[in-house]
Every structure is written in structure tokens, then in C-alpha cells.
């Protein structure tokens, strides 16, 4: 399974899967943070984890960034997410 391919779609009419989710990397640094495209944001728990931050993509590709890099870099750029998406859960 391609999991690049599927998660460059994986949010539709601001939903995503519970299984996508949990396969979206982390984005920790990136060369230039005004080049991001924010998607949206989400607050979801499961089970074993509790995924609180935003849906990026970067070149095409979906990221997620955690809360606690997206408050460190709120001085130097703009976090306003244009929706907040729903998990749909599997």
C-alpha cells in the first residue's frame, strides 16, 4: 500500500479517517515555514494516543504538527487554520 498517495487525499469536505490519521507523519522542522499550506485543525484521542494540532501539506505531501510546535512558532508565523476537521473514526 502507498500510504503517500492515499494521505495526499485523505482529508475530504473537512473529514478524515481515524486510520489516515494515526499514518500521517510528524512535521518537527522544515526549511521554510511560510511555505506550509494549512489545512486544518484537530483534536482527536484515541485510543492510545491524543492527536492535538494541524494538518499541513508541504510540497503536496500531508503532515501533521503537534500543538507544542505550532505555540513555539506562533511569533514567527501565522497559525489561523481555515476549518477544523472532523475524524471519522474507523
Not at 8 to 37: C, F, M
Request: no cysteine; aromatic share 12%.
Amino acid at each position: 500500500m502507498d500510504w503517500d498517495h492515499i494521505l495526499t487525499d485523505a482529508v475530504k469536505d473537512g473529514q478524515i479517517r481515524e486510520l489516515y490519521l494515526s499514518k500521517v507523519p510528524v512535521l518537527k522542522t522544515a526549511n521554510n515555514w511560510k511555505n506550509v499550506e494549512l489545512v486544518g485543525w484537530v483534536d482527536h484521542r484515541m485510543r492510545y494516543s491524543h492527536y492535538k494540532g494541524g494538518l499541513v501539506k508541504i510540497n503536496g505531501k500531508l503532515y501533521f504538527v503537534k500543538e507544542k510546535t505550532i505555540d513555539a512558532l506562533r511569533e514567527f508565523m501565522d497559525w489561523n487554520f481555515p476549518q477544523k476537521i472532523m475524524v471519522i473514526p474507523d
